[in-house]
């Protein structure tokens, strides 16, 4: 199994930051969860 880390790490921290919004906005945890979904593809 050959998974880059950066496309995982970003869908977690993005997930993160939506169910816990107060550290970033929701436009940053929708592009960090677009850009993990778009790596693993």
Known sequence: ???????VLALVIGILILLIP??????VAVYLIVVGILGLI
Not at 1 to 7: F, G, Q, V
């Open 22 to 27: 107060r550290f970033l906005n929701y436009l």
């Open 1 to 7: 199994m050959n998974i880059a880390i950066e496309p």
